[in-house]
Structures are given as structure tokens and as C-alpha cells.
């Protein structure tokens, strides 16, 4: 019996791995450059924490968490990494020895939910978390460091989508808002947003439904639900950003899925995804902290969606990472193998990417091999070049063949490849 992969998981291999590996690389130097350090935490945390800090009530709790059978506390693999980040602040107790903490990390995370275009049950996050603050320039910087990581990435045609949901007195007088003006028009909500209404009534506002998407269009609440303080801090953010020259468009209607957030919150959105069109979100969660046990301290962050980000990626055709080898090594004997085996370690000593034929191919098989691969130079050591310790040098792009002495040819292959 053959096994596939699990329904909503995929296997990465050539060449998609590469393109993680190079979102992974460059996103790590746009991190260290931001003065973020990486944090690796748990895929699985105990059930209470996501129930406790994304609320009873959201639909990642009631809907898509995935839980492991366990005879000790109940345990779920993470669906979001804001939780475990906090969870692991605390716990090692870098509330007291720094009190202001920039984090990143780079993992898989676990949701239940009907696998579509861009949305998979398994899936990866690149994410910060800055801790400690509530100066309206932190949230500033999030923002900076997301068009940072997207441009360098080579992502186009994004579009940053902004918003602040208040405090907790705003949130409360906003869901008392919402409930009041869409419980006049329940009947004409869709039946997810009829249960929204008396569970989470935020939610409402994200629906694809294009009827409820009307209803809730028709209300005018912008701003009136907000306190001074949070009209001013979002105030200095749009002020900030734009002194960034970063793009957004504000929206009164976008929120966030998760009880924990509180003020800024924005949305990366990209038109070749469909209607689950998100790369990426994050914002401000000021009591998250305090709420699992810590002091009070503000706290701002975002995750990007890596296999989303490749599927904009893909559409823009957008240039992937150059992975392929350098020289690939012919021998034309068994006997040879051992030599050639001491030249392809000088050759990976260098820098030079390179391989050689493991399965006993023939010479020509061996170019054949060579000319698939796409690779640049084939280095050829048969009898009269072992015995005059030479090597022949040919050059696929162009067809050429030399003969150069063994101490000379990694220099010529590195003065080759630089002319590329």
C-alpha cells in the first residue's frame, strides 16, 4: 500500500525548498538588521493557553484547533505564534531582566480547516513580536519592517490595509454597536453571521458574504467608538509611516479574528490570491501580557504566510534563487573515484557548488547528467589527466573545452563564474 501526504499538508522538494530557504535567509537578515533576535518555541502548548489568549469565542478556538490525545493536560499544536512568544517571555522571566524584548521566529503552524488556495492545515509563519511598549513608533516600525521583508522579497503589487479597533472599552462599545444595528437585519445575515451575532459580532465584519458585507457597510460607525487616547495613537502611527513614504489604505471595517488584539491592527493583502487574499497580519495586543499572569506591558506584532507569499510570488514572476550547481564532476573510471572524491572537497572548500555521479554512469550518460542539471561547468578526469595532473575544463554555456594543471582550477572556475 502506497500512503499520500495528510489532506491540506504538502511535501516541499526541489525547487519550491529553495524558495523557502531563501525567504527564510533573507528574512532572518531583515530581522537582524531591525535588532530583532530569533525565538524557537514548541509546535504544541497546552490547550488553555490559545483558549485563554485567543478567546472562547473566536473561531480558531471553536473551529480549527488541532489537538493531540493526551492522558496529561490537553495539548494542541499551535495555530498562531503571538501565544507561545508570551507564554515563553514570561515563563523565562525576560519581563524582568529586559523588559523591552524584540523577537522573531520561523515555524510551521496547525489549524482544522478546510484546505483551499493559499490555506493549508499545515502551514509556515515568519512573525515578530516587540514587547514592552507602547510608543505609537513601535507600531511604526512593525509596519516599516513588513514592507521591508515583502520588497526585498520581490513581492509586488501588495497593498497594506489599516485600521485600529480601540481599547477595551472601544471594543466593548463597538460590539455593542455592531449588535444593535445588525440585530434589526439578522434575517438577512448569512447563517455563519447569524451565529457571530451572539458569539463574536467582530467577526461579522470579516465576512466574504456579499449581502452581509452590504449590511455592514451601511453602518456609520468610523471613529465614534474610539477614545481620544486611542484616536491619537493612531493618529501618530498614520503620521509615521507616512513620513516612511509606506502606501495603506485605512479601513473602518477591517478587525482581527482574535480576542487579544487591542488599537493598531492592519491587514497585507494581495489581489492574485482569491478571496482568501491575506499574506499577512498582525497589530497591537496592550493586555495579552497581562493576561497570562505577566505585567502590564504593550505589545505589537505580525506573521506573514510563507506559502502565500510564494504563491504572489510566483504570480509576478518574481525571480526565484539561483540553486543550481557550478560544476558537476565526470569520472570516466571506478578507479578514479577516490581522486575525484579529494578535488570535489577542495572545490566545496572554495565555495564552488559541485557534485559528482554516484551510480557508475557511462561518460556520456555522465554529460547527459551534467547537461540536465543546467550546470554551468563539467570538470572531466579520465586516465591522461590523471596521469598529467590536469584537468579538462568545459564550459556548457558556451562549449568550449581547456585543459587547466589541477592548482589552477578552482581559480579559473572563480574567475569564470564572476563573469557570468
Known sequence: MRYSAPRGTSDILEPDIQVFNNIFNKSREIFNLFGFNEISTPIF?????????????????????????????????????????????????LDKEKG????????????????????????????????????????????VLVTRLLNNLGVKGYTIILNSVGCEKDKAKLNSLLKKELEKKKSDLCEDCRDRLNRNVL???????????K??????????????????????????????????QESSFLVRGLDYYTGTVFEVTHPDLGSQDAIGAGGRYNNLVSQLGGPELGAVGFALGVERLILAL????????????????????????????????????????????YTNRSLKAQMRLANNLNVRFVLILGEEEAKNKFLSLKDMKVGTQEKFPLEQIVGKIKELLQRK
Open 314 to 357: 510566483k504570480s509576478k514572476q518574481a525571480q526565484l534563487p539561483d540553486n543550481q550547481l557550478d560544476v558537476f564532476l565526470v569520472v570516466t573510471s571506478e578507479d578514479l573515484f577516490s581522486q575525484g572524491l579529494s578535488i570535489l572537497t577542495n572545490l566545496r572548500d572554495c565555495g564552488i557548488r559541485s557534485d559528482i555521479d
Open 45 to 93: 502548548e497546552d490547550s488553555r493557553l490559545f483558549i485563554r489568549s485567543l478567546g472562547e469565542v473566536s473561531e480558531i478556538v471553536n473551529k480549527q484547533m488541532l489537538n493531540l490525545a493526551t492522558k496529561e493536560n490537553p495539548l494542541t499544536l499551535r495555530p498562531e505564534g503571538t501565544a507561545g512568544i508570551i507564554r515563553a517571555f514570561l515563563e523565562h522571566h
Open 203 to 213: 467577526r461579522i465584519l470579516d465576512c466574504k458574504n456579499e449581502s452581509c458585507r
Open 215 to 248: 449590511l455592514v457597510q451601511a453602518i456609520n460607525f468610523e471613529n465614534e467608538f474610539r477614545c481620544s487616547d486611542c484616536n491619537n495613537h493612531f493618529q501618530a502611527v498614520k503620521n509615521l509611516i507616512k513620513q516612511q513614504q509606506i502606501d495603506f
Open 100 to 143: 523591552f524584548a524584540k523577537l522573531f521566529y520561523i515555524g510551521p503552524m496547525f489549524r482544522a480547516e478546510r484546505p483551499q488556495k493559499g490555506r493549508l492545515r499545515q502551514f509556515t509563519h515568519i512573525g515578530a513580536e516587540a514587547i514592552g511598549s507602547i510608543h505609537p513608533g513601535l507600531d511604526a516600525e512593525i509596519l
